[in-house]
C-alpha cells in the first residue's frame, strides 16, 4: 500500500539532512504506530508519505503508484488526516454533522447535497465517536476532546485507504485522552483501513496497534512489531536510560 525507499530530506543551505536512508512499508489494513520524540523527523515523514513534501532522494508509492505520472491531489483522496491545525479550519457554526459530512468531498463547509445514505453513515459514525444526540450541535460548543473525535469520524467518511492520526491526544486531560483512544477503535473496528498513529506515549499504544516504527534523529531505530520492541528494550535505548514497561489489559504502560 504505502512504499518508502531510502528516503532522505534536506533542506537547501543545511547540510544536516532531516531524513537519512528511510525504508518503510505499510500493508493493507495494517496499523502503526509511528513513535519518536520532539524533532525526530516524525512530522516531515508524514509530509513526505501525503505528498506534501517531496523527498530529496528515494522512493515513494501509494496504493500501487509511483512518484510520476500520477495527481498527489486524486491520491489524498485515499488518505484520511487528523492534525491538531484541521479542527481550526471549520467555522464555530458549523454543525457536526455537517462537518462529518463535508469529509466525503474533502472540503471546509458544505456545498453539495447529500443522500439519506451518506447521512446515515455520517451518524453512524458520530455515534461510534460517542457522541450520539449530538449532531446538531454547533463545533463552537464542543471540547477539545470532542472537536478531534468529531474529525476521526469525518475522516472516515471518504471510505480512506490510510488514516493518518498525528498526535490526536496533545492538549488533553487523561479521561479525554482514554475517551478518544476508546472512540477511534470503536470506529476502526471491522474497517479494513491501514492506519499510521503518532505519538511519543508508549501509554496510547492500542491493542489493535501491532505494528510501530520507530524514529531517532532522522533514522530508522526500529521497525516491526511492538511486542518485539518492548521484549527486547528498545524504548530504553531510544531515551538513553532505563524504561520499566509493564502490560495489563493489552496494554503497555511505562515508567523510569
Not at 485522552?177 to 470503536?186: D, H, I, P, V
Not at 489493535?208 to 516504527?213: A, K, L, R, T, V
Request: contains cysteine; glycine residues 12%.
Amino acid at each position: 500500500m504505502i512504499k518508502l525507499r531510502g528516503i532522505e530530506l534536506s533542506i537547501q543551505g543545511n547540510p544536516e539532512k532531516i531524513l537519512k536512508g528511510i525504508d518503510w512499508e505499510i500493508g493493507d489494513g495494517e496499523k502503526w504506530v509511528l513513535f519518536g520524540r520532539n524533532g525526530s523527523g516524525k512530522t516531515k515523514l508524514l509530509e513526505i508519505v501525503t505528498g506534501y513534501l517531496y523527498p530529496s532522494a528515494g522512493t515513494v508509492e501509494r496504493f500501487g503508484m509511483g512518484q510520476a505520472g500520477h495527481d498527489i491531489r486524486q491520491i489524498r483522496k485515499s488518505i484520511g488526516y487528523i492534525s491538531n491545525s484541521l479542527k481550526e479550519k471549520f467555522g464555530s457554526s458549523e454543525t457536526v454533522l455537517n462537518t462529518v459530512l463535508s469529509g466525503i468531498h474533502a472540503t471546509i463547509g458544505i456545498y453539495n447535497d447529500f443522500t439519506g445514505e451518506q447521512r446515515k453513515r455520517a451518524m453512524s459514525f458520530i455515534s461510534k465517536a460517542g457522541l450520539s444526540g449530538r449532531c446538531n450541535d454547533k463545533i463552537s460548543r464542543l471540547s477539545f476532546g470532542e472537536k478531534q473525535k468529531v474529525l476521526l469520524a469525518r475522516a472516515m467518511m471518504n471510505e480512506p485507504k490510510l488514516l493518518i492520526l498525528d498526535e490526536p491526544t496533545v492538549g488533553l486531560d487523561i479521561l479525554s485522552r482514554e475517551e478518544l483512544l476508546e472512540s477511534l477503535e470503536s470506529i476502526m473496528e471491522g474497517e479494513k483501513i491501514s492506519l499510521i498513529y503518532v505519538t511519543h506515549h508508549i501509554d496510547e499504544i492500542m491493542p489493535s496497534f501491532e505494528n510501530i516504527f520507530i524514529i531517532k534523529g532522522g533514522e530508522c531505530f526500529f521497525s516491526g512489531q511492538v511486542r518485539d520492541a518492548v521484549e527486547r528494550e528498545v524504548f530504553s535505548g531510544l531515551f538513553g536510560r532505563k524504561i520499566e514497561i509493564f502490560e495489563k489489559s493489552g496494554r503497555y504502560y511505562s515508567y523510569i
